[in-house]
């Protein structure tokens, strides 16, 4: 039962988090034999405020 995590800063729409799920299962089916059933997803939503990045809080980045 593989697990993975993706950790990514808030603000993804419940459909990219569905578009994410469904391209990573075919990939885990197709590359790994793992049939999507198998396979756990969690998502952990990060303000920018709690992620650090190059040595500054990302929410004081420019935006990209």
């Known amino acids: ?5 993706i950790h990514m ?3 993804r729409t419940m459909a990219q988090k569905k578009e994410l799920v469904s391209r990573c299962a075919k990939d885990f089916e197709e590359v790994c ?3 999507p059933e198998s ?3 969690l998502f952990q ?3 920018k405020e709690d992620w650090r990045t190059r ?3 990302a929410s ?3 935006a990209r």
Request: negative net charge; glycine residues 8%.
């Open 1 to 5: 039962m593989p697990v993975v995590h």
């Open 9 to 11: 800063y808030k603000g």
């Open 33 to 35: 034999n793992i049939k």
């Open 39 to 41: 396979l756990h997803i």
């Open 45 to 47: 939503d990060i303000d």
């Open 55 to 57: 040595g500054t809080l």
């Open 60 to 62: 004081e980045l420019p």
